[in-house]
């Protein structure tokens, strides 16, 4: 009989984790528990004394006990110490403010891991390009990690898996090597778009069923709304050089259905209040974390007419925020970016509609194997 191998055991690392939300102290619960000496970057000075002295972070995991290798620091100086290896947790709109203290305390070496899911409002550069652009970092020493990643669930230990990305490979598997453990998985690609993007356009989907569910529909009509969602996420990710299989996974469909079905999702509650008569700045003042989803619907539709994206689920969630549209009449006419009659497939014999919404991003990514991986002509 032969024996079961047994895994080699990496060797102990010094990382650090900026940003002490429920993600960012997730996450380096993660790290920690895979063996790693962990420094967290917490802005308040009492919420690091609490994780330091406690082992708890109240405010966003209440309940859950830290472990002894996590130390934790107000001084971002301190926090990142000598580690080559950095995970970013910072809500998005306010990532670009910080990286100018952040630039000088990096060394040559360092790779710097982006665990966030948005796009910056007035740019619409993903995390990434903020990151590459504010601290002037090679991509190949950058990586983003993405997947079906609810906090709380993860905290208590229970399995699940989530992608990293980076440009370089080695890079990837570096990374997702110190983010493993016995309950969290890593698995590695090289499509840092459709990685990232997979982990914004989710969002604003989860937004729209957390609307439908406040007003009081089924699961039919969230159903169509999720599988829809995901012909608008691949569309869009790969109008910008994603890989349209990127959406079927991890990154993809797999964090849509975690945050779509999850009363734990901030985006999905943020919908339920919307769906529940809220206006958006009742949900904004009720809501304690920040749903990205509501800041990135703004910019993403730009994105999307930019390149000419049909994105009629986004937008109106866009009208629902905005106080354009009822709630109640977000259903009936969300799934569908035209009155006509739709084919679900391209093969269904329509030669001019049949199939449009779902063909779409496949005709793209032909598009740029023909023109060497660079996109279609003119982009």
Known sequence: MARKRRPIPAPVRQVSVLGAGSWGTTFAKILADGGNDVTLWARRPELAREINQAKRNSDYLPGINLPPSIRASASLEQAVGSSSLIFVSIPSQSLRSNLAALKP???????????????????GLRMSQVLEEGLGIDLDRLAVASGPNLALEIAREQPTA???????LATAEAVAMVATNRYFRSFVNTDVIGTEFGGVLKNLIAVAIGIVDGVGYGENTKASIITRGLAEMTDFAVAYGGHPETMAGLAGLGDLIATSSSPLSRNNTAGRLLGQGYSFADVISRMQQTAEGLASVAPILTLAAARGVDMPIVQQVSQVLAGTLNPRDIAPHL????????????NDGRKDRGGA????PFKRAFDQLRNGGRGTPGD
Not at 105 to 123: A, D, Y
């Open 335 to 346: 799934t569908t970016d035209s009155l006509e009659p739709q084919g679900e497939r391209p």
């Open 357 to 360: 919404a779902l063909w779409r």
């Open 105 to 123: 305390l990096l060394g040559p070496e360092t790779v710097v891991v982006s665990l966030m899911k948005g796009v910056e409002k007035g740019t």
């Open 162 to 168: 989530a992608v990293v990305s980076s440009a370089s």
